[in-house]
């Protein structure tokens, strides 16, 4: 990652996609960090001027090779210093292969083997499960007209 790149991210938002394919779903094998060696789901840092669903097809698609549509909001995790949020994507093409920078493994695991697995961290566990017991339901983005001046509002709710 170069300087400018660095300038250009805003380190209190972050984004994951949980990328279903049938049953499988799209993990990475993390090499950095607290979840070095574990499979997580593919995500990043959203940049400046640049919205959160544009920031997880682009980070998506950066991790793994693979096309992918936020189709809905299923979590967000946030504390005093930031936010990540967690989105449901519907597979477009592509075949998983890794970055060989952030993740040394991409792959489709079944989701219920996923959950399980000893490599999946707490979060991801959780997130997955989420979907799983929801039956992939997510709040939905519906679109509405804003007075604002900072570039159009996404609004998902039920």
């Known amino acids: 990652m170069n300087a400018n790149n660095?300038?250009?991210t805003n380190w209190c938002q972050s984004v994951g996609g949980v990328v279903l394919k049938?049953?499988?779903?799209?993990?990475?094998?993390?090499t950095y960090g607290a979840g070095k060696g574990r499979l997580i789901i593919p995500g990043g840092y959203v940049k400046m001027q640049e919205t959160p669903q544009a920031a997880l097809r682009r980070e998506v698609l950066e991790e793994t090779t693979i096309v992918a549509e936020p189709a809905g909001l299923v979590g967000v995790r946030f504390n005093l210093k930031d936010w990540y949020a967690v989105f449901l994507m519907e597979y477009v093409s592509g075949t998983p292969n890794s970055d060989n920078r952030e993740n040394s493994e991409a792959l489709f695991m079944d989701i219920n083997e996923a959950v399980k697995a000893a490599d999946v961290p707490d979060l991801t566990r959780?997130?997955?499960?989420?979907?799983i017991d929801n039956g992939g339901n997510a709040l939905m983005n519906l679109p509405f007209i804003s007075r604002e001046k900072n570039g159009e509002y996404s609004y998902y709710g039920i």
């Open 6 to 8: 660095e300038e250009n």
């Open 22 to 30: 049938g049953n499988e779903v799209l993990l990475v094998r993390h």
């Open 126 to 131: 959780v997130i997955l499960q989420g979907v």
